[in-house]
């Protein structure tokens, strides 16, 4: 298939381990930012989202930090397992029309 | 399979010829969005159909693109006089409206154009 993201940042981590995925958004003015998943060959996947009058939220395996203050979001991901590794988008929500601004991906590496 | 899905999912044309893809969104999704995405990058917003309006349109959306969704349903694509720098992975998304809140979209596999 073909390759998402040749020139990413990668994180290493191993099986078992906690990853963060760190990413800064932009725009004050969003009300919505959303982490998604892209897997070679494939179109990105939603992962878990958060309102910009939220701090933080917990979804299964995974938590999103927001910090308005320096606007800056991240991605946790507890236990990582080898089906985790793909490549990691922050987006935001730009207008009221629901159009996604993504940042810079991360490339998540598992390792057995 | 009820997702987003893209026909097709590979194409390779000469630089000057005319491309067409077509995106069928989630079937009772009414917002369908298209997006490019360049090797190394996030997918970048192209244009946005709610039914069969569409309401938005990126300064990337040269001339030479024009986007309808004729019913409200499915969606084409065009880029015609197609140039080397249109390679790239074209993504479709849909969504379901919802009063006050995020509205997730889905994405479908894309179509990779290579011009050669």
């Known amino acids: 298939g073909e390759s998402v993201g040749l020139h990413l940042p990668t994180l290493s981590v191993q099986e078992g381990d906690n990853s963060i995925i760190n990413c800064a958004y932009s725009?004050?003015?969003?009300?919505?930012f959303i982490w998604y998943k892209q897997e070679s060959g494939k179109g990105p996947q939603f992962i878990i989202d958060i309102r910009s009058n939220m701090d933080k939220r917990q979804g299964q395996r995974v938590t999103v930090l927001l910090n308005k203050t320096v606007k800056h979001l991240s991605l946790q991901i507890a236990a990582t397992q080898p089906g985790d590794s793909a490549v990691y988008f922050c987006a935001e929500k730009a207008g009221g029309y629901n159009k996604l601004i993504f940042g810079a991906g991360t490339r998540l590496a598992v390792h057995p | 399979d009820t997702g987003v899905s893209q026909d097709p999912r590979h194409k390779i044309t000469k630089r000057g010829q005319n491309v067409t893809f077509r995106c069928d969104p989630i079937?009772?999704?009414?917002?369908l969005y298209w997006y490019r995405q360049t090797l190394g990058q996030g997918p970048e917003f192209l244009t946005y159909f709610q039914n069969e309006a569409q309401l938005e349109k990126s300064r990337l959306l040269s001339d030479r693109f024009s986007a309808e969704r004729p019913k409200g349903s499915f969606s084409t694509l065009e880029i015609q006089r197609t140039e080397q720098g249109d390679s790239a992975m074209y993504l479709c998304?849909?969504?379901?409206?919802?009063?006050?809140?995020?509205?997730?979209?889905?994405f479908g596999p894309g179509t990779r154009l290579t011009v050669l």
């Open positions: 079937s009772e999704h009414n917002r």
């Open positions: 725009n004050s003015a969003s009300d919505y």
């Open positions: 998304a849909s969504s379901l409206e919802r009063i006050r809140s995020y509205n997730e979209q889905f």
